[in-house]
Every structure is written in C-alpha cells, then in structure tokens.
C-alpha cells in the first residue's frame, strides 16, 4: 500500500517541485538588475547606480538630463506596473488591462478627459523641462525593455505592457489630484442641499465651520453655538435610531502630517523638517527613495513618484520640504440654466451649446464601450441624470495649474527661494513645510491658486459670476505663508492652518477637526535643542487625547448600568492606558461608541430634514454634513429630550442602545468581552497587492505584506485607519543629511522576487527609524553611453 502511494504521490510532488523551481527562476528574470553594465544611446556621460541592502539607489551623473534616464530606467525596472496603473487610473484607462471590473470607474475619471490635458501640459513645458521629461521616459523604456521577463502582474492578467510616454508622467501627477482633490465637488453638493432645506437658525450648530480642536498657525476667535431649541428642531417625534452605523471617520481629512523647528530650538542651530504622508497603504508603496547628484550640484535625497522624474518631499542639502494635504476649496459646481431641450446652457454672452465628445474606453479583451461626456466652457457635465445640472469646474482642469516647476526646489537655497517654488509648482495645492540650513522654517501653499471673488465657494455657483469667479493666478508675493514664526515651529496636519484673509484664500473645504494639529503643536511646545530623533518620536505617538473626554463619559454611562455586557466594558475602560495601543480593548469602545453615536445623530438629522423641508438627503450625504464632533459632544452633554430618537426616554438608555450595538460582536454567551474587541481586530489591514485578491487564500500571503499589528487610529500624529497610514516619514536636517531618518511600508521593489519586496516593512510598522541616505554600496550599475 505504502509503495502505491509513493508511485502515485512521488510523481506529483516532483512536478510540484518543478513547476515551484520554473516560477522561481521566471521571477528572478523579471527583476530588476542590480550589477553589472548597460549601455544606452541616451546619456551623455557614464551614470554609477549604487544600492544599499535596503535597494535604497544613489545615482551619480553628470547631467541632470542623465540623473533622469538612470531614475526612470529604475523605476520601470522595479515599479513598472504600479506606474501603469497610476497613468491608467487617472485616464479612466483601467478596463484596457483589468476588464470590464473597471468600467464605471473608467467612466468616472474619463470624464475630465485628463489624458488630453497631460499631453497639453507637455506642449506647455519649458525647455529645459521637457529635455528632462524625454530623458526620463527614455530610461522607463530602456529599463521596461531591459527586464528578461514582463513584470509577473502582466503574467496574471495575460497583457503585455505598454510604452511609456512623456504625458504618462503627468496622468501619474493627475492619479495624486484625484487621491487628494474632491474632484467632483460631491461636499458642494451636499452643503447646499443641507443649506438650502434646514432653518438658518440650525446651520452654525450642525455645520459648524470652526472647532473647539482646530490649532492654526495665527490666531482665531470662536464660539461654538447654544443647542437649538425643540420649537427650531425636534428629533424626537419622527426619527428612529439608524439601521446601520456609517462610520464618519471615513470622512475624515486623514492625509498627512508635517512639522519643522527653526535652528534656535535645535541642538546644531540648524532647522529640522519631518513629514508624513498618510495615503491609502498597498503593495508597493506610494513612494520609491532616491538620491543623486549630478555633475557639481547640490546632492539630493527624499522620495519620488514612480512615474515622475523628481523628488516630491526631501532635501536638497540647503533645504528641506515636505507636503500635507491642505484640504482647500479646489473645485467647484456651475448651475446651470439649460434650454427646453438641454442642449444648450446660458452664459453672459448668449445661449452657448453643450458640446457632446464621444470617448472610446477600450477593453481587455480589445472591444469599447463608448461614453458621450457633456462638455461646458466651465467644465464637464458628471450628474446628467439629475434634475439640476451643474458643470464641474476643477482645479486640474486649469492649464497652469499642471507642470514640473517642483524640480527648481534642486535650486532653492533658503527658506525664502522654496516657498516660491512651492507656489509655483503644478502639483494638488498642499501645505509645504519648510526647513533651511541656516536655521530658518515657513509654511506656504504649494501649488495653483487662483484670485477668486466675494461669493461663498462652498455653494454651487450662479452661471452669471462663473466667468469671473476664477481669475489668474495669485502673485507669489499674495500667498498665504507663515514665515519664521515666533514660537519657532510649524505644525499642518489637513486642518485650517491660518484664519482671516488667509484662509479666505485657500477656501474652507473638509478640514480635519485639529487635534492632531493640536497635539503635534503641544508636542513641539516641549522641545529644546532638538534632534531628529526627538521629531521622529513625534510621528509614533499614540496617546488617544482627544478621545479622552469621551472615554470618561461612556465609563460614567457604564456605570449607570448593572448588566454584565456594560460592567466587562467598564473594567476593560478601568484598565485601557490611553493610547490607539493594537491589544487594547478601551480603544475600540471608546472610537467605536463615538463614531456610532456621531454617525446616528447625523442619520437622524438627515431623516428630520427630509421630512420636514424634502432635502433629499441619503444616508451617507446626511453622515457628511459636518465632522460632527462639537455638536454631539454638546448633546451629550446638555441632553436635550428633543434630540432623542422616537419613542427613547433618556440620553442615558439612547447612549447604552448605540454602545450595545457596536460592542455586540466582542462579547461571548455570557455578556463578557473577548479578544475581537482589541483594536487591533477592529481596525485591522492587510495591507494588500492590488491583484492579491485574485489568488487562492494561501498564494495571497506571497503577494501581501506580513500581518504586524499596527498601533495608531485617527485624531492624534500615529495616523492608522485601516488601509490609510503613513506612507513615508521622512525626518531630516539640511546639509546633515547624514543623521536623517526615514521609513516607509513594504520595500523597495514592487515585484515580490525581488529581496527589496518586503525589506523594511517591519521597521515601518513597528516604529525603527532608519537612515534616510543610502547605506551602502552592495549593488552597483553602470550605465554607460554607446
């Protein structure tokens, strides 16, 4: 019997073992190459790429035009398939490679027909520019076609990949305006279908524009509103506690952090930059290290967006710079006023017509499907369907707004010469935080703003003011900026970041409420002769603050209660040591409670509005009226009868009901909390390559990154919701940039044979700095001209 089975199971262990060994050794073919010399007709001068153990790559070169052939050669090498999807995602281009799984969202960004403005915004390039941009697409296709093997994503989806072209590298800078802009404009949307419906008397009260947490660099002067009366607002007779929690967090401007300290508050007299940029984690990472020199120039080292022949954040020896999301006012919605059969719009100039351009989005299996996009002077038409049509108009949109100034920051000297190519620079407007060698440190808005009028951008706009309601560019000299400050630091965390006239400027969208802000400030606050280590701990801290408020709160509404489900949850409050810690239970109760009952006094808003003035207001949109946290605080505080759900008779039994909702699934048979309640099972990731789930669960874990739990929540500087984190953290000195400190998820390569795939995940996750330069030189490339 046994020799059966080892002439049956014999046979196919060795064609397992052999199939195993194939796909190793294809794999190994299709990475990047490490040693050894290539040759290219497309550098003037030999080029030497260094890696260190990390693959982390220092190039040397003697021209900036060849430091960018070595650059996009190393991009396509190790990050090709990311590059493509970026390009592809921001065109409306996916379904080409993925299928018809792609469509709708292909139709969604097709719309802003963004391939035609990245080959306009080529056609706009400075010369010295452009020479820059063939370079780089010269080396992404040397490097593509240098590889033995396509990237193994392409073996799964049976496609081959496709050139690179110079507007490809402007779709992946459009792939970031999509992540960080409300391109569509849904806020306006529903800012005025709550304006428009609820009584004025209830607008600063649910919608409140500042908050009791936001920190700003200058001052403000706020006060929050009394709670409504029941003759204004009365919830209690027509609304019922939702079917479902919508989780408002999601909402939440969670997209970065940045701070700096001037050279007095330091302990070498130089100023300090750390930045960390929360986007949504995947595999591979956002961003790819570098650093280079070319010729006698300025060394240079921080990260760059595969795809883009720069470095988006990092120093330049003289100066630092790093972005936060600024979470400003960057698009808009015209209402239009159409003609009886809606082929045509009203403009200050006469009826003009709605030009119809038919777009053909191709798919995997080499048919289209074609989408007829509505076409205004002001933009494109995305809700055709509606009853009021209103066109887009979207910062990205603008010509100007588009292009490659980012790269004169190689050039900047001071702080002063930075913030100039910062409002320069075609990129999302962002906060840019900056730090110079000579001790001094500001903040600006990188990026377009245009001069605007005196109307309320948070509404949809009339079509008689929307030829005028955007001028020409500021000058530099009308930006908003914060220069060398008395308090010597700067702090921006995606909340208002100054008031007044200032802010006017930047437009008010959906900021963060400011506690990260706030508590990045106070941690600032307490430095003297600072070091990077000293800003890098900054970045890793979890003490839940803001959430402490609320933590006694639910304990004294616990403790009102003599069921076991609340009295297991009050001793797990007894014992939780305030911080977003992955094994603690008090986390969760705490966050979960208050996102519940946020997210129900919201719903329930929404079904009064509806009700009683016909808002039309879905479920989501009514979540999303307002970050929500001063007002709910103040209910729970004040307790009015007639903000209570139908047929609830206290606050008290309202609270308990939204608490044993959320926590029903931690507890056992007996009432008792179990381990699902550890934060680390409620706001767990996987942080995931795109075409994992693809896999059979057990091949998964080859694609995906190594389960660490991860510390962190919303609300304090350790930013972990889910999927979005840290995507980078950078922490740097200029001209020291020897004792920088960086991390970053996942590895260096995209591909999973390659040994940079995972290299460095774990010091990411569990809060090890490591040096930002490159470390070492095990590797080394030439590339060489023929």
């Not at 209570?644 to 926590?663: C, H, N, Q, R, T």
Request: with cysteine; charged share 20%.
């Amino acid at each position: 019997m046994i020799k059966i089975l080892l002439r049956i199971l014999l046979p196919i262990a060795l064609v397992i073992l052999l199939a195993t060994a194939s796909l190793f050794i294809l794999g190994q073919l299709s990475t990047a190459k490490l040693t050894g010399t290539v040759n290219s007709n497309y550098i003037s001068a030999p080029v030497t790429i260094s890696r260190d153990s990390y693959g982390v790559p220092h190039i040397e070169g003697e021209s900036r035009q060849d430091i960018a052939f070595a650059m996009g050669y190393l991009h396509a090498q190790e990050r090709f398939f990311q590059m493509d999807l970026l390009r592809r995602a921001s065109a409306g281009e996916l379904s080409e490679l993925v299928g018809e799984m792609a469509i709708n969202r292909d139709k969604r960004y097709r719309s802003h027909l963004l391939r035609e403005k990245a080959r306009a915004a080529v056609a706009a390039l400075p010369s010295h520019h452009l020479r820059i941009a063939d370079a780089y697409t010269q080396g992404v296709n040397q490097g593509l076609s240098e590889l033995s093997i396509r990237p193994p994503e392409y073996w799964l989806l049976g496609q081959a990949p496709q050139p690179w072209l110079n507007e490809d590298s402007f779709l992946v800078s459009f792939s970031m305006w999509v992540q960080l802009n409300d391109e569509e404009a849904s806020f306006d949307r529903i800012r005025d279908k709550f304006y428009s419906s609820a009584p004025s008397e209830l607008h600063a009260f649910i919608a409140p524009i500042f908050s009791q947490w936001e920190a700003p660099l200058s001052d403000y002067d706020y006060q929050f509103p009394a709670t409504p009366s029941a003759e204004i607002i009365d919830l209690s007779v027509n609304t019922d506690i939702a079917e479902q929690t919508i989780n408002v967090e999601q909402f939440s401007a969670i997209g970065s952090n940045n701070w700096a300290i001037a050279g007095n508050r330091t302990s070498t007299g130089k100023a300090i930059l750390a930045n960390d940029m929360h986007l949504g984690i995947q595999v591979p990472n956002t961003w790819y290290r570098v650093s280079f020199q070319a010729g006698n120039a300025v060394p240079m080292v921080g990260v760059s967006l595969p795809g883009a022949p720069l470095i988006v954040a990092g120093s330049n020896s003289l100066v630092a710079w790093g972005f936060t999301n600024s979470y400003g006012d960057w698009s808009d919605l015209i209402k239009l006023e159409l003609n009886e059969d809606k082929s045509a719009y009203r403009t200050n100039s006469g009826w003009e017509a709605i030009e119809i351009q038919t777009e053909k989005i191709r798919l995997a299996d080499g048919t289209a499907v074609e989408q007829d996009i509505q076409l205004t002077r002001w933009g494109p038409i995305l809700n055709t369907e509606d009853e009021v049509l209103y066109a887009t108009r979207w910062l990205a949109h603008e010509s100007k707004a588009v292009n490659l100034n980012l790269l004169e920051m190689e050039h900047a000297t001071n702080v002063d010469e930075a913030k100039i190519v910062c409002n320069q620079a075609g990129i999302p407007p962002q906060n840019c935080a900056m730090a110079d060698s000579n001790g001094s440190i500001g903040w600006t808005i990188g990026g377009y703003i245009p001069q605007r009028i005196a109307i309320d951008y948070g509404l949809p706009i009339a079509w008689q003011v929307a030829d005028i309601s955007w001028g020409e560019q500021l000058e530099v000299t009308d930006y908003p900026a914060v220069i060398n400050p008395e308090s010597g630091q700067i702090w921006t965390a995606n909340a208002k970041v100054v008031s007044g006239e200032m802010l006017q400027k930047i437009g008010s969208d959906a900021y963060d409420l400011g506690a990260r802000s706030m508590q990045i400030r106070d941690n600032l606050s307490s430095l003297e002769n600072a070091d990077e280590f000293d800003l890098f701990a900054i970045a890793y801290d979890d003490r839940a603050l803001f959430y402490q408020r609320w933590a006694e709160h639910l304990a004294s509404r616990l403790a009102e209660s003599p069921e076991t489900r609340h009295q297991s949850a009050l001793e797990a409050l007894a014992k939780w040591n305030g911080r977003a810690e992955a094994s603690e239970m008090g986390m969760s109760l705490v966050a979960e409670f208050r996102t519940a009952l946020i997210s129900d006094v919201y719903q329930r808003i929404g079904q009064w509005l509806n009700s009683e003035y016909n808002a039309n207001l879905s479920e989501r949109e009514a979540a999303r009226i307002s970050r929500g946290e001063d007002t709910v605080w103040q209910l729970v505080q004040d307790q009015p009868a007639h903000f209570l759900p139908s047929g609830m008779s206290s606050w008290k039994d309202y609270e308990l009901a939204i608490f044993d909702e959320v926590s029903q699934s931690w507890l056992d048979e007996n009432g008792n909390l179990t381990e699902r309640a550890q934060w680390r099972n409620v706001n767990g990731v996987t942080i995931a390559h795109p075409l994992s789930s693809a896999l059979p669960d057990i091949l998964r874990g080859f694609l995906d990154m190594e389960d660490i739990p991860l510390n962190g929540a919303t609300n304090m500087p350790l930013v972990q919701y889910g999927s979005l984190g840290a995507s980078e953290r950078i922490v740097v000195t200029p001209s020291m940039e020897s004792q920088g400190l960086y991390n970053m998820p996942g590895g260096q390569s995209g591909n999973p044979f390659s040994p940079f795939y995972r290299i460095g995940h774990r010091a990411w996750a569990t809060g090890d700095a490591l040096p930002i330069l490159n470390s070492g030189n095990e590797y080394q490339l030439m590339i060489t001209p023929e």
